[in-house]
């Protein structure tokens, strides 16, 4: 048994090294910086003074700290309100798309039926029709067809049947999975629901996360579903409602504008850093990106 | 031992997945049910001009909710809105306002459009200019000459003759107008600037040349760094047929089968104003006015901006505004000395399948009587007999008091060609003055590029 060597590098190759990390890294923070200055600016501009002028250059870092803009947004809309029918409307609706999507995703992963590959083509195919092109059909079917207009039903009900993107990235990610754990426990006497639910899901739960936070974000964000469906304003979710922080054609004070856009996306960021490592895991296991 | 364990845990998964599913089914529908009835709005004193009240037995089309979608109401218009409603149920008891007000300028037509796909569009909707006529196209709007012919309390002679081709198609009426304004109406300016640089204050027959050399004298700046600009107006379709109109050109040819806005009158206006952004760079672009704060309230009251040419509903945040001494005179004539707006309006439109057109129409018309909004949002009033209720505080600072007559006249207000393809018109023609506006082509240039595209479109049309 011979003894290991390793081989010593020249000064020379530490230098090149460490030249090349700061490259990278250099790079990394100024994009990063780069990303990151609009939100700067909103929070820069969420904390100015009512009725102060932006000027320009933009800032990027806060010199005033006028905390009460956040307390006048209550003041101006119904905050509360929006804000606990958007965590309602979007935590039924990532339920449902969790739910739908893992099922439709391990039938195509995991079970052989007759069609199976031109059923799941007919899906990826529906990945093609664009929104606006559904959009007036579903409305009649929502509100004439079943009668819920002016309710939560067309917004949280649609995720419960499977939303061709979940179901195509969570069909990738299961097929990465090693079959023999399937046979092995039909060969235990389980059952498919029971492999589905015991073995596949546990197991893909960096893709489960993935989808939460797309299915989240998209929920949380949409503007036009709640826009046409809802007419209540009790009903409004926040994407929606928060626009009445505008005047007519567009205007209005910025501040307050800017204090509500960013409590509106505060929620998404929390979330995301709690999930980021499931996702980057989920992302990189399926090869997708957002 | 082992097998009993292993049932209860099994026994205890299926429980909490019952337990889950019936969560999530009781949450999804509590989620569809139907919303609770919101609050009704306070009834206090009816204001504005008495009406006669409702015939006591309760006609068809009298009961029941009259679903009124608004859009674009500014917050200090919507307790005004509140009140009307509350007091037009006192007048008609059997009636109940279901109201819906939009956020300010977000997706109004696209509901209105998916509503009218799905036949539920509300009883009594707002509508726009050059809206009516593609709505009345498509059969969505129910024609309101008989109820205007059989009203005795609006009487079709008293309609202004220049808001009638705008709330109609092929003829009829399909839309009440309840105001209108032109636009940009406004050159507003700061007093104390024109005062520091020794300058007259602009008046009403103040033409282009004048407001350029104003905005030289007017601007400061020190190298590459402004100081204050002389003057911002905003690069939109409003803005650019106000300047190719007034100078004598057009957008389409007569039948409206040809674009014309390659021809000199309606380049050389538009190339007017462009060159002081670009040329002259004593008026401000569109970014940097964003960045200042994107609203007359801030420009003003930072003292950034000498003169601005604005509209109507600039006045509400100008007034909110602490510390800005401005004053306005209408929007400048073209140098040929002439000035053509465009009517900006608002008006009331009914569902062709609503069920309660008798209401709706009382609706429509108390709102035009009344005038419920108009100290807050300053509309000309669109019949004859109410010009006089056209004053208000803030007149005389705007220099309103002349435009009822000034308005009266032919051919000073106009509302954009093509119908229905408007939009879609605009879109092509501003995508390319976008370029010419930051200097990156001249307007001929842009002027040229659009044209074809704008013909194919109106080809397209016929």
């Not at chain 1, 000027?55 to 956040?70: A, D, E, K, S, V």
């Not at chain 2, 009704?40 to 008495?50: D, K, L, N």
């Not at chain 2, 109609?168 to 399909?174: A, E, T």
Request: neutral net charge; charged residues 15%.
């Amino acid at each position: 048994m011979g003894a290991i060597t390793f081989r010593r590098h020249s000064a020379q190759w530490y230098a090149r090294r460490t030249a090349r990390a700061l490259v990278v890294y250099g790079l990394l923070i100024g994009l990063g910086a780069i990303f990151i200055l609009p939100f700067l600016w909103s929070l820069t501009s969420s904390l100015r003074e009512t009725g102060a002028p932006l000027g320009f250059p933009p800032q990027f870092l806060p010199t005033q700290f006028n905390w009460r803009n956040y307390v006048r947004v209550f003041e101006m809309i119904p905050f509360a309100t929006f804000f606990r029918n958007s965590v309602i409307v979007t935590t039924i609706a990532v339920f449902g798309e969790l739910l739908s999507a893992s099922l439709v995703a391990f039938g195509f992963a995991r079970l052989r039926f007759p069609g199976r590959n031109l059923l799941f083509i007919l899906l990826l195919s529906t990945m093609m029709i664009p929104y606006p092109v559904t959009m007036i059909p579903s409305f009649i079917l929502w509100v004439r067809g079943l009668g819920m207009a002016n309710t939560f039903g067309p917004l949280v009900l649609p995720p419960f049947f499977g939303p061709a993107f979940s179901i195509f990235l969570l069909r990738q990610f299961f097929m990465t999975i090693n079959t023999e754990l399937d046979e092995a426990a039909k060969i235990d006497g389980a059952s498919e629901f029971r492999i589905y639910w015991q073995i596949i899901l546990p197991l893909a739960k960096p893709a489960l996360a993935t989808i939460a936070i797309f299915s989240f974000m998209a929920n949380w964000n949409d503007f036009l579903t709640p826009l046409i469906y809802l007419s209540d304003r009790n009903l409004y979710t926040l994407a929606l409602g928060i626009n009445f922080l505008r005047n007519m054609r567009g205007g209005g004070e910025l501040a307050l504008q800017m204090a509500g856009a960013v409590m509106f996306i505060a929620p998404c960021i929390i979330l995301y850093f709690l999930a980021q490592r499931f996702v980057i895991q989920g992302i990189v296991t399926t090869g997708l990106k957002g | 031992m082992q097998m009993t364990q292993k049932s209860v845990r099994t026994m205890s998964r299926r429980q909490w997945l019952k337990l889950v599913g019936l969560g999530g089914a009781t949450a999804a529908l509590a989620a569809c049910a139907a919303p609770a009835a919101p609050a009704q709005p306070s009834v206090s004193g009816a204001g504005g001009q008495e009406l006669t009240p409702a015939a006591q037995p309760v006609a068809e089309g009298m009961t029941g909710d009259l679903r009124v979608m608004v859009c674009c109401a500014t917050p200090s218009e919507e307790p005004l809105r509140n009140k009307f409603n509350a007091d037009f149920e006192t007048r008609y008891p059997g009636v109940k306002i279901v109201p819906e007000i939009l956020p300010a300028g977000q997706g109004y037509f696209e509901k209105l459009q998916t509503m009218m796909a799905a036949n539920t569009l509300p009883d009594v909707f707002d509508m726009w200019e050059g809206y009516v006529q593609p709505y009345a196209a498509n059969g969505a709007l129910r024609p309101l000459d008989d109820l205007i012919d059989s009203d005795d309390q609006v009487k079709r002679d008293d309609i202004l003759p220049v808001i009638i081709p705008a709330q109609s198609w092929q003829g009829k009426s399909y839309a009440f107008v309840y105001g209108f304004m032109p636009g940009p109406v406004s050159l507003y300016y700061n007093v104390d600037h024109f005062e520091q640089a020794g300058l007259q204050p602009p008046t009403p027959d103040w033409t282009w040349n004048d407001v350029r050399e104003a905005a030289l004298k007017l601007h400061v700046a020190q190298g590459d760094k402004v100081e204050r600009y002389g003057l911002s107006f905003d690069n939109w379709f409003v803005t650019w047929q106000y300047m190719i109109w007034s100078n004598g050109g057009d957008i389409f040819n007569a039948d409206e089968t040809k674009t014309t806005i390659t021809e000199p009158a309606a380049v050389e206006a538009v190339q007017f104003w462009y060159d002081m952004v670009n040329k002259d760079k004593v008026a401000v672009d569109q970014t940097a006015y964003q960045m200042l704060g994107g609203s007359m309230a801030k420009v003003f009251a930072g003292g950034m901006i000498a003169m601005r040419l604005g509209n109507y509903w600039d006045l509400g945040e100008l007034k909110e505004t602490q510390g800005a001494n401005w004053r306005a005179v209408l929007s400048p004539k073209s140098n040929i000395g002439q000035r053509v707006w465009y009517m900006h309006l608002g008006c009331w439109s009914i569902g062709a399948n609503s069920k309660m057109v008798p209401a709706a129409w009382a609706y429509a018309r108390d709102f035009v009587l009344q005038r419920p909004i108009d100290s807050v949002t300053p509309y000309i009033p669109p019949l004859k007999s109410l010009m006089s209720t056209f004053t208000g505080p803030d007149h005389e600072r705007l220099g309103y008091g002349a435009l009822p007559e000034i308005v009266a006249q032919p051919g000073v207000l106009r509302v954009p060609g093509a119908g229905e393809k408007f939009d879609k018109i605009q879109g092509l023609i501003q995508a390319e003055l976008d370029l010419a506006f930051t200097g990156k082509k001249s307007v001929a240039e842009a002027m040229a590029t659009a044209a074809p595209k704008v013909d194919e479109e109106l080809a397209r049309r016929a």
